[in-house]
């Protein structure tokens, strides 16, 4: 696994990049207990193979009665559904697939025991839900019911997804039963007061970008927005999540035996994605970061969304050329906002993340089926400095390293790219 780019180079022992140089022996020589080895690759890369599954078992919490992955070393045991279900299917639904599955009953079984209670300043006044206030900050409603209220995760769909691609491959009936039940209790209770019929599309935040705080704001939105302004936008990325995860309902329901029920997702699925190509296009054939309350276009794109409307088919062909066309793809990785807000600060503004890029990469290779494995190996890999673990994303202003290490999802994409690759 080689690659270079003039300033990005992977080679068999080191990377260079802009920062300088990870050599191979710079980085731990860790044992992790998962089996799996990367025998058909470079020295490099087969220590960075065995890195990332370690960082994969650091994330493993232990329960009475299972367990469930943890989404970074600095994260302290909080349940964050995107990270766990974008894991799943960037490659532990193959390396870890019990534990998926009990992380995944794990998101369900926090996500009905919470409902609607909402920490302080997260009313969903507007989206007819009969919710309950508790008193409190979120860092303390993040502590003490372990993940946060529902209105900071209004992406929680994507876990369809991630069930469906676990259960393709290890599902059993009564499995397939399970996630066909929870989608459709989810979808009635959690999903459906976002949807509005009027343009066929679904509210809510842009998927794992960060919606404003009541007392200090996030840098993926406009800096004059409250919190519900960040959840009464329709997104591309999420939107492009309910049409997957109808998708995986109708493919659970057929699992289950269920013929007119699995026929009318597959309905609602072709409905949603005629809603995003008509609703959230550019006239260039480019897909906005998402359509305003006004029924304009935020003059912005955005990366994930981007990539999965390729992904997903929600465009194919000569389409799917357009909606990719000039987004820029760096030797620091994928920008999350293309442009980015004015605004500085650095976090989902003026970044780049790695699992992000992997996605964008691999639309890339769909459209015009050139190999990119190499290039999101280096992208992923540069990111282990200083303390040769996985981290979370890349500070554009700079290039550097930044956020939370260990980090499950980087650490993911890292695992599925190399399986891609044929190098496991």
């Not at 290890?170 to 039940?181: D, F, H, I, K, V």
């Not at 976002?194 to 007392?215: M, S, V, W």
Request: aromatic fraction near 12%.
């Amino acid at each position: 696994m080689l690659y270079s780019d003039g300033v990005l180079v992977l080679e068999p022992t080191r990377i260079r990049d802009a920062l300088g140089v990870i050599d191979l022996t710079d980085l731990p020589d860790v044992q992790p207990r998962h089996p799996a080895r990367a025998t058909n690759s470079t020295p490099l890369i087969e220590r960075l193979w065995r890195i990332a599954l370690s960082d994969v078992e650091r994330n493993i919490v232990e329960l009475p009665d299972g367990a469930y992955f943890d989404s970074g070393a600095s994260f302290s045991h909080i349940v964050f559904t995107r990270d766990i279900a974008y894991s799943g299917v960037l490659g532990l639904n193959r390396l870890f697939p019990d534990i998926m599955l009990l992380s995944l009953r794990h998101t369900r079984k926090l996500r009905l025991e919470l409902g609607y209670l909402l920490s302080r300043g997260h009313e969903l006044q507007g989206f007819g839900i009969d919710y309950e206030v508790e008193d409190i900050p979120y860092p303390e409603f993040l502590k003490k019911y372990g993940t946060n209220c529902y209105t900071r995760r209004t992406d929680d769909v994507v876990w369809l997804w991630a069930g469906e691609d676990l259960l393709r491959y290890s599902g059993t009936g009564e499995q397939w039963r399970w996630l066909y039940e929870m989608g459709k209790h989810c979808f009635e209770k959690f999903y459906e007061p976002f949807y509005d019929p009027q343009d066929g599309l679904f509210k809510g935040q842009a998927t794992f970008i960060d919606i404003n705080f009541p007392d200090r704001k996030a840098t993926g939105y406009p800096q004059d927005w409250s919190v519900a302004d960040c959840i009464r936008v329709k997104p591309t990325s999420t939107n492009c999540l309910y049409y997957r995860g109808t998708q995986a309902m109708a493919q659970a329901a057929a699992e289950a035996g269920l013929r007119e029920e699995a026929d009318g997702w597959r309905r609602r699925a072709k409905e949603l994605k005629n809603a995003i190509r008509s609703e959230l296009r550019n006239e260039d054939g480019t897909f906005a970061y998402f359509k305003l309350p006004d029924g304009s276009l935020e003059p912005r794109r955005e990366a994930l969304g981007t990539a999965l409307s390729v992904l997903f088919g929600v465009v194919e062909g000569e389409e799917a050329a357009r909606a990719l066309k000039d987004y820029p793809v760096t030797d620091a990785g994928v920008p999350i906002l293309h442009p980015f807000y004015p605004h500085d600060g650095c976090y989902h503004n003026n970044s780049s993340w790695p699992f992000a890029d992997a996605f964008f990469l691999m639309a890339l290779e769909k459209a015009d089926a050139v190999d990119r494995t190499g290039q999101i190996c280096a992208l992923v890999a540069r990111t282990c400095r200083p303390d040769g673990r996985f981290h979370e994303l890349v500070d554009f202003r700079d290039k550097s390293i930044r956020g939370s290490t260990s980090q499950l999802w980087t650490a993911a994409a890292f695992l599925g790219t190399c399986m891609r690759a044929g190098l496991v």
